[in-house]
């Protein structure tokens, strides 16, 4: 079995050494994808779970006013389930959103709309973000791969936190399921996405404690393997972040046999684990 993998990695990357170029995923293409992954996963779920006992262990603010900074904030679906639980500990949320890309801020703004929590957006990168506001969870949720550099960002969100604030970061571990995105982001753009070791060992060499927890998830790709099925294609697209629909049915089939070597049957369908690493970092005071 790990010998084929391995095979299959090797097959995989003699394909894309032979492409000329790779285009990335549109904006638009991007958030229809990343939706249809994030719901054939049951890893959502679980990072919510995680954050009601983050919230639990954690000391809250006096006033239970929950100033929170979400870097990469996607659409908005997980921020405002996470806003929930902050709400359900008996507290009011003011939540700050970070991202790049327009499409995802429109959606995350109408998600908001009609919440009884208070919201500001940012439409760019982290980089360029300014505030005076001093947040008590500054938490980046599957976003730090695509950063140039993380040791800014990660001193950057420490500077913008209250006294007793954390920054909490949920990042893949570089397993299976990722190595196809890593592949095709060498790629894309020259260079390795991060992972959670890396993040890990930047926040360990900070000054103040980390803590870390891996959840374990899976996502169901059974659609993948299906005809023509656009739910499949979606899925397949954010899986290795590229538009395969551009790709020669040939590397698509290396792609797709890739994917099979590492899935598992369960359910009626084929699953693949889909882990991530819940980090916490405090600063000493
Ligand atoms: C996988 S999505 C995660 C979205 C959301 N946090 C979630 O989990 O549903 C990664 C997000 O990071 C954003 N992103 C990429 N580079 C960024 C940067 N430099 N600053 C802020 N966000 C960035 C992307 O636009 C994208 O929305």
Same mark, same amino acid.
């Given at each position: 079995?790990?010998?084929?993998?391995?095979?299959?990695?090797?097959?995989?990357?003699?394909?894309?050494?032979?492409?000329?170029?790779?285009?990335?995923?549109?904006?638009?293409?991007?958030?229809?994808?990343? $939706?249809?992954?994030?719901?054939?996963?049951?890893?959502?779920?679980?990072?919510?779970?995680?954050?009601?006992?983050?919230?639990?262990?954690?000391?809250?603010?006096?006033?239970?006013?929950?100033?929170?900074?979400?870097?990469?904030?996607?659409?908005?679906?997980?921020?405002? /389930?996470?806003?929930?639980?902050?709400?359900?500990?008996?507290?009011?949320?003011?939540?700050?959103?970070?991202?790049?890309?327009?499409?995802?801020?429109?959606?995350?703004?109408?998600?908001?709309?009609?919440?009884?929590?208070?919201?500001?957006?940012?439409?760019?990168?982290?980089?360029?973000?300014?505030?005076?506001?001093?947040? *008590?969870?500054?938490?980046?949720?599957?976003?730090?791969?695509?950063?140039?550099?993380?040791?800014?960002?990660?001193?950057?969100?420490?500077? #913008?936190?209250?006294?007793?604030?954390?920054?909490?970061?949920?990042?893949?571990?570089?397993? *299976?399921?990722?190595?196809?995105?890593?592949?095709?982001?060498?790629?894309?753009?020259?260079?390795?996405?991060?992972?959670?070791?890396?993040?890990?060992?930047?926040?360990?060499?900070?000054?103040?404690?980390?803590? #870390?927890?891996?959840?374990?998830?899976?996502?169901?790709?059974?659609? #993948?393997?299906?005809?023509? #099925?656009?739910?499949?294609? $979606?899925?397949?697209?954010?899986?290795?972040?590229?538009?395969?629909?551009?790709?020669?049915?040939?590397?698509?089939?290396?792609?797709? *046999?890739?994917?099979?070597?590492?899935? /598992?049957?369960? /359910?009626?369908?084929?699953?693949?684990?889909?882990?991530?690493?819940?980090?916490?970092?405090?600063?000493?005071?």
């Amino acid at each position: 079995m790990v010998q084929k993998t391995q095979r299959l990695r090797a097959q995989l990357n003699r394909h894309l050494d032979g492409l000329e170029e790779l285009d990335e995923l549109s904006d638009e293409r991007y958030h229809t994808t990343h $939706e249809r992954f994030e719901s054939a996963s049951n890893q959502r779920e679980q990072i919510l779970q995680w954050f009601e006992r983050f919230i639990a262990e954690n000391n809250s603010p006096d006033n239970r006013h929950f100033e929170l900074l979400s870097v990469g904030c996607g659409g908005g679906v997980m921020d405002r /389930k996470i806003a929930e639980v902050f709400a359900a500990s008996n507290g009011s949320v003011e939540l700050t959103g970070v991202d790049p890309n327009p499409e995802h801020i429109t959606a995350f703004e109408s998600i908001f709309s009609n919440s009884p929590h208070r919201v500001h957006t940012y439409t760019g990168s982290f980089d360029d973000f300014q505030t005076d506001r001093r947040f *008590d969870v500054v938490y980046f949720l599957h976003c730090l791969y695509y950063f140039d550099q993380i040791e800014p960002a990660l001193a950057r969100a420490a500077d #913008c936190l209250r006294p007793g604030g954390s920054v909490v970061v949920l990042q893949a571990p570089n397993d *299976d399921l990722n190595h196809l995105a890593d592949k095709v982001w060498h790629k894309q753009f020259d260079q390795s996405a991060w992972f959670s070791d890396d993040i890990h060992q930047v926040l360990q060499s900070m000054d103040g404690e980390t803590r #870390c927890k891996r959840i374990e998830a899976s996502v169901d790709v059974t659609a #993948c393997f299906e005809h023509e #099925c656009t739910a499949g294609t $979606e899925l397949l697209d954010f899986i290795v972040q590229a538009d395969t629909r551009r790709f020669s049915s040939a590397f698509r089939r290396t792609i797709l *046999d890739s994917l099979r070597a590492i899935c /598992k049957p369960a /359910k009626g369908g084929l699953r693949v684990a889909h882990p991530v690493d819940a980090m916490v970092y405090t600063p000493q005071h």
